[in-house]
């Protein structure tokens, strides 16, 4: 596999946050979704909700690559003073 072969073929969804699409590669489908997240704590619902909505529908492997950002507080991050 070359480098290339996770690139979308197709873009279906794309925002600030999310870019999703899918690749064929040997006849199968493969949904693909890279993620931003939120980095205000307010603002994690709706992007767990956008996330939700846009896979809800997809039949098939789907791979969710990214940055969540799910840290609640500095004192979470590894090497925090």
Do not use: T
Not at 14 to 39: D, E, M, Q, R
Not at 44 to 61: D, E, F, K, T, Y
């Amino acid at each position: 596999m070359g480098s290339r072969s996770f690139l979308p073929s197709s873009i279906v969804f794309s925002c600030k946050i999310l870019v999703s699409g899918h690749f064929n590669k040997n006849n199968l489908v493969c949904y693909i979704g890279f993620v931003y997240g939120a980095p205000i704590i307010e603002h994690r619902q709706a992007v767990w909700h956008l996330i939700s909505s846009q896979i809800s529908n997809i039949q098939g492997p789907l791979i969710l690559i990214g940055d969540f950002i799910q840290v609640e507080s500095p004192k979470d991050k590894i090497g925090a003073f």
